[in-house]
């Protein structure tokens, strides 16, 4: 027998001499004999059992106590030995019965652990008086790699975060089940519900005791709605339930950017949609009493629905209690539902709760932010429910404490400053809106989550409430290089523009980010050059609270631009080709014999600069501001071309006075989705001819431009409409119109003109003309030409027009970029006189285009449009033309 190995299950032994018949009367003697022939074999002897149950049957009376006198590991077990015996909780020396509780507990605990799948206690030898214990376990593998196939690798990072499986991990069949699980709801969320998941272990060679995962997926096709079928659908026909429902639709021309794939937990959220629908147009208790979704064929589903729409209910009485600030008649004026309209749930909530014009707007405007309102069903008569209005006011909340986290760029005064709502006062929600667009204009912060940071804490013990604004800083700055093309090559500008400039630290190095930075004031430098023939610079700065106290800005510009014309060896050679645009434009034509020439003696300098100050007003309402500037122009012309202004030599002198009435209450100044802007200016000089007695009719043109006089007037009006609940959706509506006037016709301005066409980006701008851009025509395309008296032409533009209709929907909407595309059809004209203004003959073109916005560099954006009329000097349409955006919106 010593040369024999045994091994016993006690537990199995034990269980089947229980059920054994012939000895259930004799159950404590055959249990004794059972416990001698274990004590009497010898080798290994098995004193432990399979699982972590514990019998309740063993007998402990009749085991013998025996002293441990060594114990063993072995097995399949990565742990060291010492590990496992002090998991074990026996030790060498120890007492223990023999069967007894310390071998099961043991074992037990093992099993607990969940690190093993087989274990095992084995005597090895045993004595009268002692035992040698054999510690036997089966290590469950490790996870040592994971292999996915069938799935893209951004679907392998969100299959790891939602399995949650890892290197590492130990592998049970609950892993496993939840690794098909997860995965298979994942692909089922994206329409694919026929996805079918295999996992596959297998042994690591390279590491003992690990497996790899192989996760096989093979999607199969997406499941798609084939038809929707309804019945006791009355009041809504089945394209009104497809529309009501969101993402679970059938394949249809109105359907095109809707999903049409079938998931099961959208479709459960569709079908309370349509519900709702039902209850917009008065069906108050319609419901869907039996629905199915039945197997069209392997990648289709129809959706079966039965409707009971019940009885269609109308508004009847609306009362009003405990209301003390506001009359009935106020209430019901702002609820805008009267007696007989159709019961409409979500309307009624709208119109409560959720409209910027609700009824608890009105309160919450004024300070009541524990106002409370519930809409009580008084009594239902025939196909009419009266309501209720069961209202609590409260008391006003004053504002206790005003927190701003996540400002790292701006000192705190600069972003408090803009803050409507301060510590002290009434809580209103309009000023809360007004701060986070006040803050969204300063454009340090990402706009698109400034609603979504704000944490209002209100306590209605004391009455207070605490507003928290968490912001996220971005960069703001902006650095400019672009390109453009003019008749002498390419013109390449630079420019920087500092959004967050800090002049009082101009001397404190230790507050340099490249500059001193913190007090949200606005530096700019821009230089433009074409080498020898065209260069411009440019500086300007602002200060949007002069002083510190008031919203007043102060803004102060310079600028110095030199344009030199072409040689007459150039010009000689240009001649070659005398077509009409060739002449206005100064296009090379035929001349390939070498590279244009510049002439230093034909040349015009312009040297400007202006100083303004803007206020805030409070009338008509505080969206409204004022804005006031001088500003000096010289301009030196040397044998200058005459098409451009009219004459070749002399010296200009302008100074004008401009005031601005503006009214902006747009939500984001990058990317808009609601509000308007109304611009009207009027920018004069002043009226030399009518004040200094002077017949300017005799005098020579050279002395009656030496001072210049005008009046210049400009209109200008944009309206933001969102077309999508979401607001993504945009709809912009744009006009404008400028004038330029004069006191006395024979000292008419040759400056300040308008040049309309194109984008004004395809080279530089003139000095002393303002450039109107209309897609779809070429630069300056529609400026009138007239000749003057010795028969030159001129450009003459002195009256203008442009009117744009654009739709707008965003493609990417992050911090550190906006994108969105555009689709557009606008008109637009100039004029020489104010008599021939026609505001029916306009330039009409369409097209699409997409913007960048990028913190860095600004706007960027292309344009493709197509100009459907003729211009001056053309038999064909304008047709197909590409214009640019940089630095600024078209």
Not at 178 to 201: H, M, P, R
């Amino acid at each position: 027998m010593n040369n024999k190995k045994y091994i016993i299950n006690s537990k199995i032994f034990l269980k089947n001499i229980r059920k054994s018949k012939k000895y259930k009367m004799q159950k404590k003697k055959i249990l004794y004999l059972a416990t001698l022939l274990l004590l009497l074999m010898s080798n290994n002897t098995v004193f432990a059992q399979n699982d972590s149950t514990q019998s309740a049957d063993i007998d402990y009376s009749l085991a013998k106590q025996l002293i441990i006198a060594d114990i063993d590991v072995s097995g399949d077990v990565t742990y060291e030995k010492y590990i496992i015996i002090g998991l074990s909780g026996l030790s060498t020396g120890q007492k223990i019965s023999v069967p007894g509780k310390e071998i099961t507990t043991s074992i037990n605990h093992f099993w607990k652990q969940g690190y093993f799948s087989d274990v095992r206690i084995l005597a090895d030898k045993m004595t009268n008086d002692s035992i040698w214990l054999n510690i036997y376990l089966k290590q469950k593998p490790k996870i040592s790699q994971i292999n996915y196939s069938g799935v893209k690798k951004s679907e392998q990072e969100d299959l790891t975060t939602k399995t949650g499986v890892s290197v590492g991990q130990l592998v049970t069949p609950d892993l496993i089940n939840k690794i098909v699980y997860q995965t298979k709801k994942y692909f089922s969320e994206k329409g694919f519900d026929n996805a079918e998941i295999i996992v596959n272990q297998r042994n690591n060679p390279a590491e003992t005791g690990t497996v790899v995962l192989d996760i096989k997926i093979d999607r199969k096709a997406k499941i798609k709605v084939h038809r929707i079928i309804a019945e006791g659908n009355n009041s809504l026909s089945i394209a009104k339930i497809d529309k009501a429902m969101k993402k679970t639709n059938r394949p249809a021309l109105f359907n095109f950017f809707k999903s049409k794939k079938f998931v099961r937990n959208n479709y459960e959220e569709d079908k309370k949609l349509i519900i709702e629908k039902y209850n917009e147009i008065g069906f108050r208790d319609a419901k869907i009493v039996n629905d199915s979704v039945v197997v069209a064929d392997s990648n289709h589903v129809d959706i079966h629905l039965t409707i009971d729409e019940g009885k269609k209910y109308h508004f009847g009485s609306i009362t009003w209690t405990g209301n003390t600030l506001y009359p009935n008649e106020i209430l019901s004026t702002y609820l805008n539902i009267n007696k007989g309209d159709i019961y409409n749930l979500k309307y009624l909530n709208k119109r409560l709760t959720d409209d910027e014009d609700a009824v608890a707007s009105l309160y919450r405007d004024n300070g009541y932010l524990f106002f409370q309102i519930m809409p009580i069903e008084a009594s239902i008569v025939g196909d009419t429910i009266n309501f209720e209005m069961r209202m609590f006011e409260g008391r006003p909340a004053t504002i206790n404490k005003i927190t701003i986290n996540g400002n790292d760029r701006v000192y705190e005064h600069v972003i408090r400053r803009e803050l409507r709502t301060r510590p002290g006062t009434v809580y209103s929600q309009n000023d809360l809106v007004r701060s986070l667009r006040d803050l969204a204009q300063m454009q340090l912060f990402n706009e698109e989550k400034l609603y979504s940071g704000i944490d209002i804490q209100p306590n209605e013990e004391d009455g207070t409430v605490d507003i928290t604004y968490n912001l996220e800083t971005k960069s703001s700055d902006q650095f400019e290089f672009s390109a453009g093309i003019s008749p002498q090559g390419p013109v390449l500008s630079v420019g920087v523009k500092f959004t967050n400039f800090a002049i009082q630290n101009l001397f404190r190095k230790s507050m340099y980010r490249i500059v001193p930075q913190g007090e949200g004031q606005t530096l700019s430098l821009r230089a433009q050059a074409n080498g020898k023939y065209y260069q411009n610079y440019s500086i300007s700065f602002l200060e949007p609270w002069l002083g510190g106290k008031r919203p007043n800005s102060l803004s102060v510009s310079l600028y110095y631009s030199i344009v030199t014309g072409y040689s007459s060896r150039y010009i000689n050679a240009m001649n070659a080709n005398t077509s009409y645009w060739q002449s206005y434009y100064g296009n090379t034509g035929n001349y390939t014999t070498g590279d244009v020439d510049y002439d230093s003696g034909t040349r015009m300098r312009t040297l400007g600069g202006a100083v303004g100050i803007g206020t805030r007003l409070k009338w008509p309402d505080d969206y409204f501001a004022l804005y006031t500037e001088l500003s000096y122009q010289h301009y030196n012309l040397k044998n200058w071309y005459t098409y451009y202004f009219g004459f070749s030599d002399g010296v200009s002198n302008s100074l004008a006075l401009g005031v601005t009435l503006s009214r902006s209450s747009i939500d984001n100044p990058i990317y808009t989705r609601k509000g308007s802007s109304f611009m009207f200016s009027v920018s004069a000089t002043p009226p030399y001819s009518l004040i200094d007695g002077k017949d300017y009719s005799t005098m020579k043109p050279e002395d009656t431009r030496r001072w210049i006089e005008y009046h210049k007037w400009k209109f200008a009006a944009k309206m933001f409409s969102p077309l999508s609940k979401n607001e993504k959706l945009v709809l912009m509506t744009r006009v404008e119109y400028g004038f330029v006037g004069y006191y006395n016709k024979y000292k008419r301005s040759p400056f300040e003109k308008f040049s309309v066409g194109g984008d004004g980006m395809s080279g530089y701008s003139t000095p002393g003309t303002e450039t109107i851009g209309l897609r779809g025509y070429t630069s300056g395309a529609l400026t009138p030409m007239t000749t003057d008296g010795s028969g030159n032409l001129v450009a003459n533009g002195n009256l203008y027009t442009r009117l744009t209709m654009e739709l707008r929907y965003p493609i990417l909407m992050q911090q550190a970029t906006t994108v969105w595309a555009l689709a557009f059809v606008e008109g637009g004209n100039c004029w020489q006189e104010f008599k021939q203004f026609n505001p029916f003959d306009l330039k009409r073109s369409a097209g699409v285009g997409v913007r960048v916005f990028l913190p860095m560099f600004g706007m960027l954006g292309i344009d493709w449009g197509y100009g459907f009329d003729k211009i001056q000097g053309q038999t064909t349409p304008s047709g197909s033309q590409f214009t640019f955006v940089l630095g600024q919106e078209f």
